[in-house]
């Protein structure tokens, strides 16, 4: 079975689902992702804006207890990540590649800045997927990645999945 490690941007993902209207279960959404291969790890990266509330320390912690490794990062005014804060999410790829030798990497996100990142993966043997949604997605990153994982589609089939055990629970 392929090893998969996932890579979620937390700040353009969030900005995503808010504006065509998404909302999605992070763990729902990591099991998704990882179904049918070895998840090794799952890392998180969110602005530290994101946790001036009681509701972003809320949800930080149910993160956590979900097994995410969380990284935070600076956030402009603007609500962007800083170009530091992006050399940092790579260079914990490249990290991570190193010392886990995943089979597949999974970047959550739409942002083009990655598609470096992305070739340089694929130059090392590895498969890289990215999910985001079709408006979101940039043409650079989606063509730098071996694949493409539409999020609208996936937020559809979760629900879809949630129904039918909801269902079934009150059949019993």
């Known amino acids: 079975m392929e090893k998969v490690v996932l890579f979620i941007d937390y700040q353009n993902l969030s900005a995503v689902l808010n504006r065509e209207g998404f909302q999605i279960d992070f763990v729902s959404l990591r099991d998704y992702l990882a179904e049918g291969r070895i998840l090794t790890e799952v890392l998180c ?3 530290l804006n994101s946790f ?12 956590k207890m979900s097994g995410f490794l969380v990284r935070f990062q600076e956030v402009q005014v603007d609500n962007s990540i800083q170009g530091g804060n992006t050399i940092q999410f790579a260079l914990d ?15 959550v996100t ?21 999910a985001s949604t079709p ?5 650079e ?4 990645a071996n ?10 089939e979760i629900q879809i999945r949630k129904e039918v ?4 629970s009150r059949d019993r």
């Not at 972003?56 to 912690?61: A, K, L, P, R, T």
Request: aromatic share 10%; no cysteine.
């Open 93 to 107: 790829v490249a990290d991570y590649l190193y010392a886990a030798r995943p089979d597949i990497v999974v970047i």
């Open 52 to 63: 001036e509330t009681r509701e972003g320390q809320e949800f930080y912690q149910s993160l």
């Open 45 to 47: 990266y969110i602005g």
């Open 165 to 168: 055990i909801s269902d079934g």
């Open 135 to 139: 408006n979101n997605i940039s043409p």
């Open 141 to 144: 990153l989606r063509g730098a």
């Open 147 to 156: 694949g493409f994982i539409d999020l609208t589609k996936v937020i559809e």
């Open 110 to 130: 739409g942002d083009e800045n990655y598609s470096a990142l992305a070739n340089w993966l694929r130059l090392q043997g590895v498969r890289v997927e990215v």
